[in-house]
């Protein structure tokens, strides 16, 4: 077996890989919603909202394929859950940036400086409550066992 192979056998692993596949997801709707004037807060929030969707699908499929939720009610619950664990992570993600875009001297509160850090530490808070709370079904019956 490979190292890639042996490696792609950690959830963490998975989820990280998802998570820096939505960064540039994340940075290139920053820029769309900041050049359509939305300003640099709401635009972030926008932005992770559109990250979230597409880490979500990268999730189901990949990190947490055996416990997916299936059909689309289910896919529809499961994202709605998704959303709410992760906004725990997102609002960590979103206010390490505000914070060090308002408070942070220089160079810390550099625009690109501020979204990498609030995205690592958002990372950390979403695995955790996207295994705990999201991703737990029970597959043999088919049913959520989850807290939402």
Not at 59 to 88: I, K, M
């Amino acid at each position: 077996m490979t190292l890639l192979a042996r490696l792609s056998r950690f959830s963490i692993l998975r989820f990280a890989v998802i998570g820096a596949l939505g960064m540039p997801v994340d940075w290139c709707a920053l820029q769309l919603w900041l050049h359509l004037g939305t300003g640099p807060y709401f635009g972030r929030v926008l932005a992770w909202l559109v990250a979230a969707t597409f880490t979500w699908l990268g999730n189901r499929y990949f990190t947490f394929a055996d416990s997916r939720a299936r059909g689309p009610v289910g896919a529809a619950g499961e994202w709605l859950r998704f959303l709410a664990a992760n906004a725990v992570g997102g609002l960590v993600n979103v206010g390490l940036y505000s914070v060090m875009l308002r408070f942070a001297p220089p160079p810390f509160n550099d625009l690109n400086l501020a979204f990498v850090c609030g995205v690592l530490l958002g990372l950390v808070f979403n695995f955790v409550l996207s295994k705990k709370m999201v991703f737990r079904r029970d597959v043999a019956t088919d049913t959520f066992k989850g807290p939402i």
